[in-house]
């Protein structure tokens, strides 16, 4: 089965560094894209960026690009976010997604991560 | 970046009863490989995003045939034949042309 596990919940204060995972199992992890995407609370879908991790190609959104970090451990098929400073304007749930680039698109989830920032 | 516009941003309807949903692009998302990057997407209350309909019109595995999607360029649509209970959630439709992806608002649906 393919399937994204994503690391669990996190609590966080303002001025932390965090660094949140997805890990890929049942197909060649290095031959699909890897994406990231932002929901804040009771809001849409808000694309991130994306990382191919046969050779590390990486794409942000302008909107994120320098906001945060996408790097992905191909030997242990696994994808990451990071941030260096939270701010409370963080808080989201993020979901990682594979990226069937020329065919399905978005085609398999994660479960999700909430991260939440707070004093 | 492609700005993602949907319309309506909620809508209620009737077990039964067809529904409705259009996406307009900022710019034509037919690539030069000849594929059109438009795809349809249900989050339904609690759960990730789940992929409906991928290059317009095609259903991915699994999904109902009451779903339909079509368009071209720049204008797509989402059709569900006939709504159930199962179909509440938030419709999103999303562009990947550049794998600069961009997602529309989203529609809301319910049943009335």
């Known amino acids: 089965e393919v399937q994204l596990v994503q690391s669990g919940a996190e609590v966080k204060k303002p001025g932390e560094s965090l660094k949140i995972s997805c890990k890929g199992s049942?197909?060649?992890?290095?031959?699909?894209?890897i994406g990231w995407v932002r929901q804040m609370p009771g809001k849409g879908l808000e694309w991130m960026g994306i990382?191919?991790?046969?050779?590390?190609?990486?794409r942000y959104s302008p909107s994120f690009q320098g906001q945060v970090t996408i790097s992905a451990d191909k030997s242990i098929s696994t994808a990451y976010l990071q941030w260096s400073s939270l701010k409370a304007s963080d808080t989201a749930m993020y979901y990682c997604?594979?990226?069937?680039?020329?065919?399905?698109?978005?085609?398999?989830w994660g479960q999700g991560t909430t991260v939440t920032v707070s004093s | 970046d492609i700005v993602m516009t949907q319309t309506p941003l909620s809508l209620s309807v009737t077990p039964g009863q067809p529904a409705s949903i259009s996406c307009k692009s900022s710019?034509?998302?037919?690539?030069?490989?000849?594929?059109?990057?438009l795809y349809w997407y249900l989050q339904k209350p609690g759960q990730p995003p789940q992929l409906l309909i991928y290059?317009?019109?095609n259903r991915f595995s699994g999904v109902p045939d009451r779903f339909s999607g079509s368009g071209s360029g720049t204008d797509f649509t989402l059709k569900i034949s006939r709504v159930e209970a199962e179909d509440v959630g938030v419709y999103y439709c999303?562009?990947?042309?550049?794998?600069?992806?961009?997602f529309g608002q989203g529609t809301k649906l319910e049943i009335k």
């Open positions: 710019q034509s998302l037919l690539h030069s490989d000849g594929k059109t990057y």
């Open positions: 990382i191919y991790p046969g050779d590390s190609d990486t």
């Open positions: 999303m562009q990947s042309i550049q794998l600069q992806v961009t």
């Open positions: 997604a594979r990226h069937d680039y020329g065919d399905y698109g978005m085609d398999v």
């Open positions: 049942g197909y060649s992890f290095t031959s699909y894209w």
């Open positions: 290059e317009v019109s």
